[in-house]
C-alpha cells in the first residue's frame, strides 16, 4: 500500500530542488567550457565526440545501479537518496576544482570521467527524490521546478564564462595551455556543487519507506555480499522487462533527441568560429551566450509549462517544443551576427524546459513508487545510449558525410529534433489513479 503524500508548499518544493543548481552548473560548464579546453591542449574537431564517451559511459553504468541500490536503502538519519547525491556532489566539486589545472589532453579527459561519475551518482537519486516526496497532483510542478534550476544551473555558469572572458581574457592564446580567464569559472562550480546540495540535503527531510517497503529493506540487508552485490544488476534487468510501453516509446524519442543535443554542445564552438571567424576564446564567449540565452529562456517559461501541460498534454506541448528546438538549429548556421543569432535560441529554451520536465513526470506517474529510483535510472541509460551512440559514430559521419564542417553538424542536429518532434506525437500516459 502506497503511503499518502502530504502537499508541499512552494517554498518545500523550492528548498528540495535547490541542489540541482549546483549540479546543473556544472551540467552547463560540460556543455559550453569542456570542449573548448579539449580544443586549447590541442584536441582536433573530429575527436571531441570521442572524447565526450565519458558522460554516457559513466551514465549507463552509474545512475541505474544507484538508483537500484537508493531504493533498498534506508536511514532514519541520513534518509534514502540524500547520501548518495551528497557523495556525488563532493566528487564532483574536487574535479571541478582540478580541471582547469589540467597540465595535458589526457589528463582533463580523465577527470572528465571522475566529473561526470560524481555528477550521475548525485542526479539519478535527485529525479526520484522529487518523485518520492510529491503527490502525483504536484509531480509536475515539482519536475518543471527542478527545470526552473536545470534553467538557472546553467544560466550561472554561462555568465561566469562570458563575464570572465570579458574581464580577464584578450591575452594571445598559448598553444597547449588553458587560459587563467576559465579557472574562475570551475572555482565557482566547485563550491556551487557541494553547497547547494547541503541546502538541499539540511531543509528536505525524506518521506520514510512503507511498512512493506521496510521489510524488502530488511530483507536485503541480511543478504550476503555477493548477493547484495548482484541485486542491482537483478533489479535492472526486472525492471526492463516490466518496462511500460510508454517508456519504449519514449525511448524512440530520445534516441534522436539526446543524439542531436550532444552534436551542438560539441560544434557550437566550432561552428561560431566557421560562421563568425572568431578564434577559440571568442567562440567559447559566443557559445557561452547563446546557452545563456535558452537558460534565461528556460527559467522563465518552466513553471508556466505547467498550466499548458495540464490544459493541452504533456504530449503536445513537449512534441511542439522540439519542433522549435530543430528549427532554432536549422536557423543559427545562417546567421552571422552575434546578436541576432541568439534570437532563435529563445526556441531552443523553451525546448530545454520542456524536455527537463515533461518526460520526468510522465514516467513518475505511470512507475511502481518502490522502483522509482531504479526506473529513473533506466530513464537515464535512455540519455546515456544515444549520447554514447553519437561519440562513437558521429566522427565518422562528420569526416564523411559533413566535409567536416561544424555548420553541416548543427544543420544535422536539427534534423534529428524534427524526426523526435513526430516521435513525441505517439506517447500516451496511462490514466493512474490519484494518490
Known amino acids: 500500500m502506497k503511503i499518502k503524500k502530504p502537499n ?23 556543455q559550453s567550457a569542456i570542449n573548448p579546453i579539449f580544443l586549447f591542449l590541442g584536441a582536433s574537431e573530429e575527436i571531441l565526440p570521442i572524447l565526450n564517451i565519458a558522460g554516457p559511459i559513466t551514465g549507463l553504468i552509474v545512475q541505474p545501479i544507484i538508483g537500484a541500490i537508493s531504493d533498498k536503502t534506508w536511514s532514519p538519519k541520513w534518509g534514502r537518496r540524500k547520501p548518495f547525491f551528497l557523495i556525488g556532489a563532493i566528487i564532483g566539486s574536487l574535479c571541478l576544482f582540478a580541471f582547469p589545472l589540467s597540465p595535458t589532453l589526457w589528463f582533463a579527459v580523465g577527470l572528465l570521467w571522475l566529473l561526470d561519475v560524481g555528477n550521475n551518482m548525485a542526479m539519478e537519486p535527485y529525479r526520484a527524490f522529487v518523485g518520492d516526496k510529491l503527490p502525483e497532483k504536484q509531480l509536475s510542478f515539482g519536475y518543471q521546478m527542478q527545470s526552473l534550476f536545470v534553467g538557472g544551473g546553467i544560466l550561472l555558469a554561462m555568465g561566469s564564462i562570458i563575464l570572465f572572458q570579458d574581464w580577464f581574457g584578450g591575452d594571445p592564446e598559448t598553444a597547449g595551455a588553458i587560459p587563467k580567464w576559465l579557472y574562475y569559472s570551475f572555482f565557482i562550480g566547485a563550491a556551487l556543487s557541494i553547497l547547494t546540495i547541503l541546502w538541499s540535503v539540511l531543509k528536505t527531510p525524506e518521506l520514510p519507506p512503507s511498512e512493506e517497503e521496510l521489510v524488502e529493506i530488511q530483507e536485503h540487508k541480511a543478504l550476503s555480499f555477493a548477493e547484495k552485490f548482484k541485486m542491482p544488476f537483478v533489479e535492472i534487468s526486472n525492471a526492463v522487462k516490466d518496462m511500460p510501453k510508454f517508456m519504449w516509446k519514449l525511448s524512440a524519442v530520445y534516441l534522436f533527441q539526446w543524439y542531436a543535443l550532444f552534436i551542438y554542445w560539441q560544434y557550437i564552438t566550432p561552428m561560431i568560429m566557421s560562421t563568425m571567424g572568431y578564434d577559440i576564446s571568442n567562440a567559447a564567449s559566443q557559445a557561452a551566450k547563446l546557452s545563456l540565452t535558452y537558460n534565461i529562456v528556460t527559467v522563465v517559461v518552466a513553471l508556466a509549462l505547467v498550466p499548458l501541460t495540464l490544459k493541452f498534454g504533456g504530449k503536445k506541448i513537449y512534441a511542439a517544443s522540439l519542433l522549435g528546438t530543430g528549427a532554432a538549429l536549422l536557423i543559427i548556421p545562417h546567421i552571422a551576427d552575434p546578436v541576432l543569432i541568439l534570437v532563435p535560441m529563445v526556441l531552443f529554451g523553451i525546448g530545454w524546459a520542456a524536455m527537463m520536465g515533461i518526460p520526468y513526470t510522465m514516467v513518475s506517474k505511470i512507475v ?67 494518490v
Open 8 to 30: 508541499l508548499t512552494f517554498w518545500q518544493i523550492f528548498n528540495m530542488n535547490v541542489g540541482f543548481l549546483g549540479i546543473q552548473y556544472s551540467f552547463g560548464l560540460q
Open 368 to 434: 511502481p513508487q518502490d522502483r522509482r529510483g531504479v526506473y529513473m535510472g533506466i530513464l537515464n541509460m535512455m540519455i546515456v545510449i544515444p549520447m554514447g551512440i553519437e561519440t562513437v559514430t558521429f566522427g565518422f559521419i562528420y569526416k564523411n558525410f559533413l566535409g567536416s564542417n561544424a555548420i553541416n553538424a548543427i544543420l544535422f542536429g536539427g534534423a534529428f529534433f524534427i524526426i523526435a518532434a513526430i516521435l513525441a506525437m505517439r506517447l500516451k500516459v496511462p490514466k493512474t489513479e490519484e
